[in-house]
């Protein structure tokens, strides 16, 4: 089993990180002992005795007997319990709601995509839809209701994690100032974790991703939208307003509008997104007979063009790389990262890749390192169910008296 530091807080608090952690280290090393978890915790034998007896009680943890001696008293073993209830992951697009539902132990039960093509997309219509696919969910797994003991949701949209509310998604119809928790959690009947959809990404890739054990590192999605997921210090950065990796809204010389508004696109989502590739695309075959045939191109034909070295579709690539390294410096300056994760469709792009790490060989200050999204993935939803499995403890143990 592998040694993991469990943080040291205040007595309200501790009880919950430790129950956390302890379970976390049962997920990862399987059956042990409670020496076993001394060891790996660092906590002391009578603080993991009281911890491991309040996930008894939750049945959070399984006692399976003797285990083998080395020539002492047999330990007594002990294992996660999985099947003990389900979690599910919910992520809205502007095209389609995507469902994973785990155990928790954090293993795939099931997995599905809803289109929201030809349906109505307020939030009442949204939450509805969850509401029926949920049910189906837990049919088909054959769980009982009581058994789905969190929700996670991941909104493309600037959102009060502390209240539950999403600001605004212009994608959607009536999507302003929306208590979307409240309105999940009586659908749904357990706890709602409601998060913005890059900050999600950061917190996937963190929990089984390219940045798994990097506590310092921010997520870059580049594709229909431009957002950036800040993880500092082994958390989610949300800023004072929760707007903390809103990039899109990142100033541009000569272009950019003198007040910023959230009802508006930002710059960066006209230059760098999928339609500003297909905007460059165009420009340059309205100069240039070449390519005159390909009249049905989306933006990731255009980045595999350049990677098979299309001249026009280079030039594009190469200067929207620069705005992303341009873009990085800026980012590693003030945080000082060690780790950059870029996703999304055009983000994760091997060519686009490839030329910002061009574009940054050389650099001597804030240097980080670039690592790719794992392809299909769906870190969102993975960050969905880590929130949960983290939130695990306080929902089912006891609150502690005042």
Known sequence: MKKRSIPIGRPSVLRYTNAHGILKLLREGGTCSRADLVRASGLSAPTVTNVVKDLLSADLVEPLGEGPSSGGRPPDMLRSKAERGCLLAVEITARNISFLLTDLNGSELDRMEVSLAKKKTTPEAICSLIGEELKGLLRRQMKSRDRLLALGVGVPAITNVDEGNVLLISTLDGWSSVPLRAMLSKIAGCPVIVENDTNLAAQGEHFRGSAQGVKDFVFINIGT??????????????????????????????ISRRQLTIHEFGELESVLTSRGILKSWSAARSKS???????????????????????????????????????????????????????GEIGSHPVLIDFVQKQLEGGEFAVTKIASSLPEQRAVLWGCISLALEALPSVLLPQPAL
């Open 225 to 254: 939208n431009v957002g950036a997921g800040i993880f500092l210090d082994g958390r989610i950065h949300h800023g004072a307003e929760w707007s903390a990796g809103e990039i899109a809204y990142l100033r541009l010389p000569s």
């Open 289 to 343: 007979s070449r390519g005159a045939g390909k009249t049905e191109l989306d933006a990731l034909d255009v980045l595999n063009l350049a990677q098979e070295g299309d001249g026009s579709a280079v030039k594009i690539v190469r200067h929207h790389s620069e705005i992303v390294a341009d873009i990085i410096v800026n980012l590693s300056l003030i945080l000082n990262p060690g780790l950059i994760v870029l996703g």
